[in-house]
């Protein structure tokens, strides 16, 4: 229990110390960190926050790919919806099995798109191709250009990084899954078959696990200048094999 309090001790550590100084934006950017104890002065004003799943802009970017209409402008329009309404913040989520952006620790999409097999058996990756075109192609870092719209128009860029997913866990191979997936499978990380529709989920109790997410996380607070990140483990809570753990703990006391 100790090393679990430990990791969430250092997910908090890593994400206060990590947020740097931006760019000079149209609208000034102003750090709100403040100590826990000062919560309620964070703000200064009511918020308003969007919380954008992947699925939103990824069908939105494969048309833009498939009309040859990439550029800086018009990938910008996505934040542009946003911009002079009551919205205050946008939270883009950037992980669920694999990375959108950019990563050395984690599969990312723009690389899946190449991939036509996973573990011997053939997958169709072609839904990634704008994720591809954009940062090859192109060569656009597209979210790098959709946080500073965010500042210039006045919105605080947050990330969100989906610490649990398990869309299709019965299905050989899925264009959803990155190499975690299998790693985790193949070595037990996973929280196991007597939880149902879950039971793919990634084990936390696994140091193996936490490390990987902890560098993961660093990797993408260094690369990008963000307000705030959101470590959504809400989207699949179960995170931990709690029937093993009870089990074990009980075998303790029993001895």
Same mark, same amino acid.
């Given at each position: 229990m100790k090393r679990i309090l430990s990791f969430f001790v250092t997910v908090f550590m890593l994400i206060s110390g990590l947020f740097?100084?931006?760019a000079d934006y149209k609208v000034k950017y102003t750090d709100k960190t403040v100590p826990l104890s000062g919560l309620e002065a964070v703000s200064d004003k009511e918020r308003f926050i969007v919380n954008l799943d992947g699925d939103h802009w990824n069908n939105w970017l494969n048309n833009l790919c498939r009309n040859g209409e990439v550029t800086e402008d018009a990938l910008n329009e996505y934040v542009e919806w946003y911009a002079g309404t009551d919205v205050t913040d946008l939270i883009f989520n950037t992980f669920c099995q694999a990375s959108n952006t950019p990563t050395n620790i984690l599969s990312f999409r723009g690389n899946q798109y190449l991939q036509t097999e996973q573990e011997g058996k053939p997958v169709d990756n072609s839904f990634w191709q704008c994720c591809h075109d954009i940062y090859y192609k192109y060569g656009i870092d597209l979210f790098r250009? #959709?946080?500073?719209? =965010?500042?210039?128009?006045?919105?605080?860029? #947050?990330?969100?990084? +989906?610490?649990?997913? =398990?869309?299709?866990?019965?299905?050989?191979?899925?264009?959803?899954?990155?190499?975690?997936?299998?790693?985790?499978?193949?070595?037990? #990380?996973?929280?196991?078959?007597?939880?149902?529709?879950?039971?793919?989920?990634?084990?936390?109790?696994?140091? /193996?696990? +936490?490390?990987?997410?902890?560098?993961?996380?660093?990797?993408?607070?260094? +690369?990008?200048? @963000?307000?705030? @990140?959101?470590?959504?483990?809400? +989207? /699949? @809570?179960?995170?931990?094999?709690?029937?093993?753990?009870?089990k074990e703990k009980m075998n303790c006391v029993q001895s």
């Amino acid at each position: 229990m100790k090393r679990i309090l430990s990791f969430f001790v250092t997910v908090f550590m890593l994400i206060s110390g990590l947020f740097t100084k931006g760019a000079d934006y149209k609208v000034k950017y102003t750090d709100k960190t403040v100590p826990l104890s000062g919560l309620e002065a964070v703000s200064d004003k009511e918020r308003f926050i969007v919380n954008l799943d992947g699925d939103h802009w990824n069908n939105w970017l494969n048309n833009l790919c498939r009309n040859g209409e990439v550029t800086e402008d018009a990938l910008n329009e996505y934040v542009e919806w946003y911009a002079g309404t009551d919205v205050t913040d946008l939270i883009f989520n950037t992980f669920c099995q694999a990375s959108n952006t950019p990563t050395n620790i984690l599969s990312f999409r723009g690389n899946q798109y190449l991939q036509t097999e996973q573990e011997g058996k053939p997958v169709d990756n072609s839904f990634w191709q704008c994720c591809h075109d954009i940062y090859y192609k192109y060569g656009i870092d597209l979210f790098r250009i #959709w946080f500073e719209k =965010c500042r210039n128009e006045g919105m605080n860029p #947050w990330m969100s990084i +989906r610490m649990n997913d =398990c869309h299709e866990p019965d299905a050989e191979t899925s264009f959803l899954r990155g190499d975690l997936f299998y790693t985790a499978r193949r070595n037990g #990380w996973m929280i196991g078959e007597e939880y149902g529709y879950p039971k793919t989920c990634l084990n936390y109790a696994v140091p /193996e696990i +936490r490390e990987t997410m902890l560098d993961y996380i660093g990797e993408q607070l260094k +690369r990008y200048d @963000i307000f705030g @990140i959101e470590l959504d483990f809400q +989207r /699949e @809570i179960t995170c931990f094999d709690y029937h093993r753990m009870t089990k074990e703990k009980m075998n303790c006391v029993q001895s």
